[in-house]
């Protein structure tokens, strides 16, 4: 498991035990986690290598950050973007970092912690792979269960999973489904008429299906309004053609809220034909690009033949 030496609230160390480990420590009891080495237990010697890479991530990304406010301040264009664009590989550097440590070992306490730091909904398997790892070592263990149930409540929301039924009122109070879409391209749209950020993007919403209903797109409008008048007023007044639209006026305490794990609005799904997702938060140019590789993907030639000139 999991254990902590500490001499005071801000001077301490995480470290791993397990049976039979004969651990032995040697630090500055002034400044323990910046100084402690520890050897005669595997787990924390890589719990100690994820913990270092990680300081030092940190250590950047606020310097970065300082430096992205100076930018700003100062109206530095390029030396601003050159700070985002930094930003942006040491995102990528650590999520590469991460997930290499988890796959060297995924049956580890150690990867268990890794895994956390990982966004969990975009990296589904790498929860589903510690979990994995977790059974075969402690698998009466609250941390596998809890890994695991958190695991198999991401999967129901994970790319190619069959999306939940959605059955609310429409705005006549008469009861639509989700599934009643099945054989169309659907994107389940969350949003309410107080959510402005979903008011601005309800236009590029309205192009996308005007362009596609034709060929097999629809739209499945699930809003967490809790004034029907105010509802049905930005239906109106966005110009939302489309007929299905439902609600419950339950706002945050909407059904729909812990079955698609809402955490914020504007929140989309793409659901193929068969009612999988296909997509997740897709908006603007991302949204018009996933419709247009679906309804009008570029042909691609026949084996052996070229461009003729």
């Known amino acids: 498991g999991f254990y902590r030496l500490r001499i005071t609230e801000k001077n301490f160390f995480n470290f791993i035990a397990a049976p039979n480990d004969s651990i032995i420590v040697t630090a500055d009891a002034n400044n323990l986690e910046g100084t402690y080495n520890i050897t005669g237990s595997e787990e924390s010697m890589r719990l100690k290598e994820l913990n270092h890479f990680f300081h030092g991530i940190y250590k950047t990304n606020d310097s970065l950050n300082a430096a992205l406010q100076m930018h700003q301040q100062s109206n530095d264009v390029n030396k601003y973007m050159n700070a985002v664009q930094f930003q942006q590989q040491l995102s990528g550097r650590f999520h590469g970092y991460v997930k290499n440590f988890i796959d060297k ?23 589903e792979k510690v979990a994995e790892g977790l059974k075969t070592i402690l698998p009466n263990s609250s941390y596998y269960k809890d890994l695991k149930a958190k695991a198999d409540e991401l999967k129901k929301l994970a790319i190619g999973s069959a999306s939940p039924e959605i059955t609310l009122n429409d705005t006549n109070d008469k009861p639509v489904s989700l599934s009643s879409l099945k054989g169309k391209v659907v994107l389940i749209d969350f949003w309410a008429s107080w959510c402005r950020p979903c008011r601005a993007e309800n236009p590029n919403v309205v192009k996308m299906y005007n362009k596609y209903h034709s060929k097999g797109f629809e739209v499945f409008s699930v809003s967490l309004d809790k004034s029907k008048p105010a509802w049905i007023n930005a239906i109106k007044q966005d110009g939302l053609l489309w007929k299905n639209h439902v609600s419950d006026l339950g706002y945050w305490n909407s059904v729909v809220v812990p079955m698609y794990n809402i955490k914020g609005i504007p929140l989309t799904y793409l659901l193929d034909k068969e009612g999988k997702i296909i997509g997740k938060n897709l908006r603007g140019a991302q949204l018009e690009q996933k419709l247009e590789e679906i309804f009008s993907p570029t042909p691609s030639l026949p084996k052996g033949e070229g461009v003729k000139k």
Do not use: C, I, K, R
């Open 105 to 127: 070992n995924p049956a580890s306490l150690a990867s268990l912690a890794a895994v956390q730091n990982l966004e969990a909904e975009e990296n589904f398997d790498y929860y």
